[in-house]
C-alpha cells in the first residue's frame, strides 16, 4: 500500500472522522464503521486533507482537469483545500467552484460561486463518500449545462465498496453512467487491512470482533 494512503487512514483516525461502532447510513443500512468528514474543523486537519485529495487526482489523473467543483455544503472546504494542496505540493493552479442551495436572487444572482464555467473546462468533482451517488447525479447536469463544460472525474475520501442501485459499486455506476474517472483516496478494504490489529493511540482500533462485524456487513452489502 502507497505510503500516502497509510498516512491518510491514520490521519481519519485522530481526526475522529473514521470511527468504529454501530451507526445508521443515509440509506438506512445499519453499519459498523462511519466516515464522517464534517468534524474535520481546524486549518490544519484541511491543509492535511487537501494534500491527500491533491496526491490521489495527481496518481490517478495526472493533469487533464482545470477546475475541481465541491457540492454543497461538504464538498464546498474539500475543493478549496485540495485546490490550495494543488499548487503548494504540485505546481498546478487550479481553479475551483461550488454550488448554492438556493439561486442568489440579488447582485450577479446564479447558484454557483468561484470560477466562472467556459466553454472547454474540464472539471472534476470533490466529494467526501458516495454511497448511492445521489449528490453527483445532481451536480453533472447543473455543470454541464454550460455549453462545452466536461466533467471528466469524481475523487471521494473513501470507497465503501458497497452496491449502488445494481451489483456494482457506486463509484462504478457512476463511471459507467458518466463516462467519467471515478477513484478513491483510499477503500474500505485498504482501511481494514491496514488497521487490523494494528495500535494507533494506544488502542487497537480494529479488532477481532470488529471486523467480524464489518465482514458480516460487507458480506450483506458489499460488491
Known amino acids: 500500500m502507497d505510503e500516502y494512503k497509510k498516512e491518510f487512514i491514520?490521519?481519519?483516525?485522530?481526526?475522529?472522522?473514521?470511527?468504529?461502532?454501530?451507526?445508521?447510513?443515509?440509506?438506512?443500512?445499519?453499519?459498523?464503521?462511519?466516515?464522517?468528514?464534517?468534524?474535520?474543523?481546524?486549518?490544519?486537519?484541511?491543509?492535511e486533507l487537501g494534500r491527500y485529495y491533491a496526491e490521489a487526482l495527481v496518481r490517478n489523473m495526472g493533469g487533464g482537469f482545470n477546475?475541481?467543483?465541491?457540492?454543497?455544503?461538504?464538498?464546498?472546504?474539500?475543493?478549496?483545500?485540495?485546490?490550495?494542496?494543488?499548487?503548494?505540493?504540485?505546481?498546478?493552479?487550479?481553479?475551483?467552484?461550488?454550488?448554492?442551495?438556493?439561486?442568489?436572487?440579488?447582485?450577479?444572482?446564479?447558484?454557483?460561486?468561484?470560477?466562472?464555467?467556459?466553454?472547454?473546462?474540464?472539471?472534476?468533482?470533490?466529494?467526501?463518500?458516495?454511497?448511492?451517488?445521489?449528490?453527483?447525479?445532481?451536480?453533472?447536469?447543473v455543470l454541464m449545462s454550460v455549453t462545452g463544460v466536461s466533467v471528466v472525474g469524481l475523487v471521494v475520501s473513501v470507497d465503501r465498496m458497497e452496491r449502488g442501485t445494481g451489483s456494482k459499486s457506486a463509484l462504478a455506476e457512476l463511471r459507467d453512467e458518466f463516462g467519467f474517472e471515478a477513484f478513491s483516496i483510499v477503500n474500505i478494504d485498504e482501511v481494514v487491512e491496514y488497521l487490523y490489529n494494528r495500535e494507533i493511540a494506544g488502542a487497537i482500533v480494529i479488532n477481532d470482533e470488529i471486523i467480524g462485524r464489518i465482514r458480516e456487513y460487507r458480506k450483506e452489502y458489499g460488491c
Open 10 to 47: 491514520e490521519f481519519m483516525i485522530r481526526s475522529r472522522v473514521l470511527t468504529f461502532g454501530d451507526f445508521v447510513t443515509k440509506s438506512g443500512r445499519r453499519t459498523p464503521f462511519f466516515i464522517n468528514t464534517g468534524n474535520y474543523s481546524t486549518g490544519a486537519q484541511l491543509e
Open 67 to 141: 477546475v475541481l467543483f465541491g457540492p454543497a455544503y461538504k464538498g464546498i472546504p474539500l475543493a478549496v483545500a485540495t485546490s490550495v494542496a494543488l499548487n503548494a505540493c504540485h505546481s498546478c493552479n487550479i481553479s475551483f467552484c461550488f454550488n448554492r442551495k438556493e439561486a442568489k436572487d440579488h447582485g450577479e444572482g446564479g447558484v454557483m460561486v468561484g470560477h466562472k464555467l467556459r466553454e472547454g473546462d474540464k472539471v472534476v468533482i470533490i466529494e467526501d463518500v458516495t454511497t448511492a451517488g445521489t449528490s453527483v447525479r445532481e451536480s453533472v447536469p
